[in-house]
């Protein structure tokens, strides 16, 4: 389905989404052959589902959602744990916690939106690193087909590897359109998951701690 039209425009998509395409046709012309199949598809899907066809206005739909899941998947496309390599020779004994962690992911199971907050609290053993380095680590695995208990156990993983604090733990509490919008639909569930290492594992007073202060 190509459009004459810059704005929806399946090359000029892909060169966007995948700079290093630029210099590969093959690839891009690869690229290209699976967009204009997953655009028929869709449309196909959109029958299935009721839509009428030839009503002008929804002609760009499936580019359009194309283009929506690039943007939720840009995570695959970076290494999170990057972000948390620039690090200071601050001294510090005590708990460092970023909470509130906006973040918008895809349920893998049913490509159904999942979003939340994640609350992320470290003890540094000499190396600390930005505060909005912690952020970035959550968006870039959230912006992934995911499972809120993977995204849990990515983040507090990545802190781990990189900055090998003292002890690390991870909360995230999200709300899941797979059950408020289908299936039970439970429109006030929401799941909280937690995970931890080091001390945070061992010692029951600092995660006690930790969930006074992310309430």
């Keep these: 389905m190509t459009i004459n039209n810059d704005h929806y425009s399946e090359e000029k998509l892909l060169k966007n989404f995948f700079p290093d395409i630029i210099n590969n046709p093959m690839e891009l012309e690869q690229k290209l052959t699976k967009v204009y199949e997953i655009e028929h598809s869709l449309q196909t899907l959109m029958t299935l589902c009721g839509q009428q066809d030839g009503i002008p206005d929804l002609n760009e739909t499936p580019f359009r959602v194309i283009k929506a899941f690039l943007e939720y998947t840009v995570g695959y496309r970076e290494n999170p744990t990057e972000h948390l390599e620039k690090t200071f020779d601050i001294s510090q004994n005590d708990p460092i916690i970023v909470k ?108 006690s701690e930790f969930m006074m202060a992310i309430k």
């Design 100 to 207: 509130d962690i906006e973040f918008y992911s895809m349920c893998e199971h049913h490509f159904a939106p999942f979003f939340g907050v994640a609350h992320v609290s470290y003890i540094p053993d000499k190396k600390v690193t930005g505060l909005s380095k912690i952020a970035r680590v959550v968006e870039g695995y959230a912006r992934r087909f995911q499972v809120q208990e993977r995204l849990t156990n990515q983040i507090a993983d990545a802190v781990q590897s990189v900055l090998k604090p003292k002890g690390v733990i991870v909360a995230i509490e999200a709300k899941h359109l797979c059950v408020s919008s289908r299936g039970v639909k439970k429109e006030e569930a929401k799941t909280f998951t937690v995970v931890s290492h080091g001390v945070y594992s061992d010692n029951p007073q600092l995660r």
